[in-house]
């Protein structure tokens, strides 16, 4: 299959229409989509990023409004979706409901709940109004490793196994969205992301549990997610601590820094400070690593934002021993 890359929403819909995979800019990450209500398509997505059956995939609509049609949820969860989208769609926020009928078994892994999500980038929201459906679209990456930020990043992972590319610049978050669970009273939070827990928490005037380090509900929960090819070793922010880990290794391997700062190290990769900015940039870096050869990165986090636990939740993930 050769893969075709187009600014064209109208004929990135129609292949949509035609069971065809779409990879798309999303403001989080580039997703790999489908039409969420064709079983077919949905599994062509599994195939493409030789993801296990049985992870369910987030679905995006263009307004709040569409997304009533993929739940079947009471009027006080109703309430509560109403509160969060009005406060964060489009946005970074996938929200698990109940799931109404009209998702293929095979978009939600089986279960009987769907995560639902209206992203704010431009060209999503004009391809998923052309299109008019749902679209089932995890991160366009191969399964377990980076997601990508760039169009470049989906062709280095894709080419040849996605129909078609729509470049629409680099994401702006860069780390996926929030997972929030409002299936039973308590809302659960399943994976950080671009919207703090403490945001959710005000918008729906109840605490938000935090729901990782339970049973494995979503892949982003696994303990080994989001890994470049490198091994990943977290570092302590003072200076010491790197300088420590850099002595620790041999000139023999190579052996990359990230960093939210200048370090005395080549290669390095600088990150902005804050973990806004970190997020931005760090799956680039965590590819460039890969690309320029490393084979163990030291990575210091950043120090605090509002994206903090995002970019920690996937550093760790990064970091963890890997199967
Ligand atoms: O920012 C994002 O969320 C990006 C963009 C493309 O929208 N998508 C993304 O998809 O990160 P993916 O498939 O890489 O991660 C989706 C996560 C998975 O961990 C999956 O298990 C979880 O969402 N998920 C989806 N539907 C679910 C459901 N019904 N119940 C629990 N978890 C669900
Ligand atoms: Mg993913």
Redesign the pocket.
């Known amino acids: 299959m050769t893969t075709r890359l187009t600014d064209d929403v109208e004929e990135a819909a129609a292949a949509l229409r035609a069971g065809l995979l779409v990879a798309f800019p999303?403001e989080?990450?580039?997703?790999l989509g489908a039409d969420a209500a064709n079983p077919a398509a949905v599994a062509r997505i599994y195939r493409a990023k030789g993801r296990p059956a049985g992870?369910?995939?987030?679905v995006?609509v263009a307004d709040r409004d569409r997304a009533g049609a993929w739940m079947a949820v009471d009027p006080a969860t109703e309430a509560r979706v109403d509160r969060l989208a009005r406060r964060f769609w489009p946005g970074?926020l996938?929200i698990?409901v109940p799931r109404s009928p009209l998702a293929a078994a095979e978009t939600?892994g089986g279960?009987d709940?769907?995560?639902l999500?209206v992203?704010a980038h431009p060209v999503a929201l004009d391809l998923l109004r052309a299109f008019g459906g749902g679209v089932a679209?995890?991160?366009a990456n191969r399964f377990g490793r980076v997601?990508p930020t760039t169009a470049a990043h989906v062709l280095t992972d894709l080419d040849g196994l996605v129909d078609v590319v729509i470049d629409g610049g680099p994401s702006q978050v860069g780390v996926?969205?929030t997972?929030v669970?409002l299936v039973g009273p308590t809302a659960v939070l399943?994976?950080p992301?671009g919207v703090a827990r403490e945001a959710l928490e005000d918008a729906l005037g109840q605490p938000v549990v935090d729901g990782r380090g339970g049973e494995s509900?979503?892949?982003?929960?696994l303990a080994s997610h989001y890994a470049p090819v490198a091994s990943v070793e977290l570092i302590d922010a003072d200076a010491d601590a790197l300088a420590r880990a850099l002595d620790r290794w041999p000139a023999a391997d190579r052996v990359g820094v990230i960093a939210p700062r200048r370090v005395d190290h080549q290669p390095s990769w600088v990150l902005p400070a804050d973990a806004d900015g970190y997020a931005r940039h760090l799956y680039a870096a965590l590819r460039a690593a890969d690309d320029a050869g490393v084979t163990h990165l030291l990575v210091v986090p950043p120090v605090s934002g509002p994206l903090l636990d995002a970019v920690l939740d996937r550093l760790t993930k990064a970091a963890a021993p890997r199967s």
């Open positions: 999303t989080t990450v580039y997703g992870h369910p995939l987030i995006h970074p996938t698990v939600v279960r709940t769907i995560g999500r992203p679209a995890p991160s997601s996926e969205s997972i669970e399943l994976r992301g509900r979503a892949s982003g929960m």
